[in-house]
């Protein structure tokens, strides 16, 4: 791969901080692993962040074949990396009186304890206590100030302060923490300047991605000397409801010493897909002026991007595997076409189809039913965390050799009361003894492990194969991915993260290798194939959801729709519910199909599909 001259310009900045901006395909992701290998004799070690753990397994693929491979890179989540430095903290100085112990969940499952005791329980007061709880520890800012913010009352303040508390005393932090106590412990100069000389040079992908917190606690070590690369998009800011903000890249350029690039020769869309995206990007710009996109160039050609239209979902699914089977039968294999989603629902019946046609796909959708093995790990694992529900121990109970209803009644009872501490037990009878003695075994084997995860891992299998009427979970073909994703993480409890590896189903298709990919934009962010499909939502979800009564939320419905857009290298198709007749008349849906509606006609070609059998009757 030959770099353009605006890569070289990049790869050549001496600048201390650098900004590298460019619509999704411009080659960012390609010029960070050229920087990095430019960059390795320069420093005794580069981190490069990447935002979520798909995009840290691509980027090590990624290195792995290119030319950046080199031993002084490390990939990373923010999450896996400030993790690690934490362990090492100083526990104390942040206020800890116990060491740190990562415990997904328990932020959720101290609240509703704590909600519990003081006598709430409706689920939306649940749901705002987590929403203060969240936005403290993703803003950086103290329980105090969020919970002024948010207008909380004396009795959730209350519980909210004990759920602080209960933190400190016992050591527990949830993965939200992380960024927050990594950014409390930089605040010690000492410490800052610790860490610029371990991470002399740190490089961010979808800068734009950062929460509040994580770009401050960045911002200080830039300051202590650390040189910065923030790499991304403005105009794909997906995640702004977990912290991200489009104002990121304003606030690098304000960075002293800041060097500003831009790429604007797309390497992955063709032209005709280029031209959608530059209208839909040109709407975005009406409402996020300030940002100097440079008109963009390509020079592939290829097809015009296909609006679809029909008022029914299974129709569009008729119309994906029509297609797919012609791209086939073209010599495009199954491997290079995604199927995108907005929200998962949308292609329940696409999986349906697959499953009944016999069709291989892997599915990064968070409401796919995980495997009996995947799900059985996860609840084990949930025991060893300590936030397992009455319903998840009752489950594993259930299939624990040996293991009676009188066991199960009397475990279930401490479980409830939380009082299945070692001193209870000793009192408890032999059989109540066994079953807590063996998650003990299990628990004392994975924190033996350490940073060791697949030995950890493997723990957790060997303790499931113990169980009845279990699979055996070596031979589930999605265990594979867990393992990849958690030596890629280097953070165990990640894999309670269901969406961070696919759900594969092959069918029993001897080529295991070749498979449809069906996605939330959201998780295949980054991504890219040669043939995309997007199934639009019907408008009564951005109805839900109130999106065309706020700008911010059509911007960002904007951003979705663009960002879908830019995956595609060669073949686009865009399905959305609705009429023929409403598209022609051009007749607002209040749905992402108005977005495209105002661009010349020229840009797309339109269909519908026709429902022969429908006509026939
Ligand atoms: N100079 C180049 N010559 C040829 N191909 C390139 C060049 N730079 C990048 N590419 C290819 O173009 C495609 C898009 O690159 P990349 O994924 O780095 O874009 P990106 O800007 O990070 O996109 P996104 O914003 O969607 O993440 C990749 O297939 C990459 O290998």
Redesign the pocket.
Known sequence: ????PE?KAVIGSRAPVVSLC????????????LILHSRKDRYPRVLLLAYTNKAVVNMQD?FKGGAAGHERARVSTFHAWAWKLLKNADHEALGYQCPLKLTPGINASTIKNQADAAGISTKGELVFLQKVYTQHLRRGVSLATACKHLKTCPTQRKILNNVHAHCLSTGHIDFDHIPFLLHRACQDPDYAKHLTKVFPCIMV??FQDLTAVQWKTLKILIDHGTHFVG???PY?TLFRFAGASHKRFPELWAMRGCESHM?T????LSRQILNLSNEIRGQIRQHLPGYPILPQSSSTKGEKPIVVVNRKRHMHVRGVIDRIQHHIANGITLKDMVVLVRQDKDASSLVKSLDLEQWPYISHLKNHEPTKSINIIQVVLKIHYGTATKDEWAAVLKALPGVGKTTTTRVLNLVNENRWTTDNISNEGKRVRDVFQKFANLSYAINQAGDDLTTALNAVLDFVRTMDKMPDPYTDPTIENLFRNARATGVLGEILNLDSFGHYVNHGVPDTNDFLTIANIHQY????AKVVFFLAPFPSFYKTHGTFKKQNQVIDEMMVLD?II??S?RFLYLFFPMGFKSWQNLKPQKSAADFIMPTPPETYNLWTIVNHEEEQS
């Open positions: 791969m030959k770099p353009t890569q460019g619509p999704g395909g411009t080659g960012k992701t390609e010029t960070l692993a990624r992908d979808e790499a991304g998009d794909q790429l020769k797309n390497q992955r962010k980054g991504g890219e960002t830019t995956r290298s």
